[in-house]
């Protein structure tokens, strides 16, 4: 259980980028359709973009970061 909320650089610059876009689509969706549960979605999705961290990719051992990318300043 440890390894699995173990805090890890594991996305990179282009998934990042792909996430926050794919985030910003779902609450402009979720906005249009007054849907609070998948703005909800939206929010977290961009958050962990921010972060560069997932949760899934850390429990697969799974990461998309590029060698010489920096780790995210928060």
Sequence with gaps: LKDLVK???NVGRKDQQIRLAASILIMVI???ESNGVLMLIGVGVAALALLQWCPAY????KS???KG?????F
Aim: glycine fraction near 12%; aromatic fraction near 12%.
């Design 58 to 61: 850390n429990f697969l051992g």
């Design 64 to 66: 998309t970061v590029q």
């Design 69 to 73: 990318e920096k780790p995210p300043i």
């Design 30 to 32: 979720a906005g249009i």
């Design 7 to 9: 805090r890890e650089f």
